[in-house]
């Protein structure tokens, strides 16, 4: 095991690019998951702060409001938040272990030269399996930033309920035609959230 590139050609140079593309666009979704969870809590960290002093001036609320930490403290923080309470905080950590699993194995597939069709295809189911788990807990947590930003807007059910399928056909839909039909039901993932008090 020396340099990751070589002068030997790889056996699957098209299907090898084609998973590559999958864990690019797998690894985008996964920083936002990241940046909107953060997001989340810093919006509720600055609604708690001034609930607690009105008088304080919106320079103030910020200064106030705790550094950004890494996404499993952002849960852990807003699981202990009042918005967290009405979340369901198991789904969201789901798709943070999956998130985890993108960014540090989720193009770890060996020697480019060497590894062979059948272990790029293996390593693709499971890459797909990850982006599921985190496009379940990215539809809960994008749902609260919708609320938040836009709070007199009603949710986009229809995206709601489309959305895992949307991310899978942007992730895999160039890979779909050599994978296995997912076990997994993508229905599974609409989220309490449409039904609480995150958009009021």
């Keep these: 095991m020396s340099w990751s590139l070589s002068l030997l050609k790889p056996q699957e140079p098209e299907l090898l690019d084609a998973l590559f593309l999958s864990v690019g666009r797998a690894l985008h979704l996964a920083n936002a998951y990241e940046d909107k969870c953060q997001y989340v809590l810093r919006v509720g960290n600055l609604i708690t702060?001034?609930?607690?002093?009105?008088?304080?001036?919106?320079?103030?609320?910020?200064?106030?409001?705790?550094?950004?930490?890494?996404?499993?403290?952002?849960?852990?923080?807003?699981?202990?938040?009042?918005?967290g309470r009405t979340m369901d905080m198991d789904t969201l950590h789901k798709a943070r272990q999956a998130r985890n699993w993108i960014a540090h194995e989720g193009a770890s597939i060996g020697a480019i030269w060497?590894?062979?069709?059948?272990?790029?295809?293996?390593?693709?189911?499971?890459?797909?399996?990850?982006v599921t788990d985190l496009a379940i807990g990215d539809n809960i947590i994008s749902q609260w930033c919708h609320g938040l930003s836009e709070p007199y807007d009603p949710p986009p059910g229809d995206w709601i309920d489309s959305y895992p399928g949307s991310v899978d056909t942007w992730v895999f839909g160039h890979l779909r035609p050599l994978l296995p039909e997912q076990t997994r039901s993508l229905a599974s993932s609409e989220s309490p959230c449409r039904d609480s008090q995150a958009h009021t």
Excluded: N, Y
């Design 49 to 83: 702060a001034h609930q607690a002093e009105p008088a304080m001036t919106f320079e103030e609320a910020i200064a106030s409001v705790p550094a950004d930490k890494l996404l499993g403290g952002t849960l852990h923080s807003l699981a202990a938040h009042v918005m």
């Design 114 to 130: 060497s590894v062979s069709r059948d272990r790029i295809l293996q390593h693709a189911v499971k890459l797909r399996t990850a």
